[in-house]
C-alpha cells in the first residue's frame, strides 16, 4: 500500500504560494488577494507593553526557563499540575 506520493507535499506548497501571488486581471470581476492578519485589543496592547518593561530580574529568571525547556531538564511537579487544576476547574473534575 503506499502511502505517500513523492513530492506531493512540494506540489501542495507550490499550488498554494501561486494561489497566494495570484492578481486580479484588469477587467475581471476577481476579487483582491485577502491576506491574515491580526489586531490587538487596547487591553492586549497595555500587557504589551508591561511585558516589554518587564524587570531584569524577570527577564533573567524566563531565560533559565526557556533554556531548561529547551535542554530537557524543566520539570513539573504532579503537585503543581493538580493544584492549577483545581483552581482551574474546581468540583468540575
Same mark, same amino acid.
Given at each position: ?5 513523492? &513530492?506531493? @507535499?512540494?506540489?501542495?506548497? &507550490? ?20 491576506? /491574515?492578519? #491580526? ?13 516589554? &518593561? ?9 531565560? !533559565? @526557563?526557556?533554556?531548561?525547556?529547551? /535542554? ?6 504532579? !503537585?503543581? #499540575? @493538580? ?7 474546581? !468540583? /468540575?473534575?
Amino acid at each position: 500500500m503506499k502511502i505517500n506520493e513523492p &513530492n506531493r @507535499v512540494s506540489q501542495l506548497l &507550490n499550488a498554494y504560494q501561486r494561489a497566494g501571488k495570484a492578481k486580479a486581471e484588469p477587467g475581471t470581476k476577481s476579487a483582491a488577494v485577502q491576506y /491574515d492578519g #491580526v489586531s490587538l485589543s487596547a487591553e492586549g496592547l497595555e500587557k504589551a507593553r508591561e511585558l516589554k &518593561n518587564q524587570s531584569p530580574e524577570r527577564a533573567a529568571h524566563l531565560a !533559565d @526557563v526557556k533554556q531548561a525547556i529547551q /535542554d530537557g531538564t524543566y520539570h513539573v511537579t504532579s !503537585d503543581a #499540575v @493538580v493544584r492549577k487544576m483545581l483552581a482551574a476547574y474546581g !468540583d /468540575d473534575l
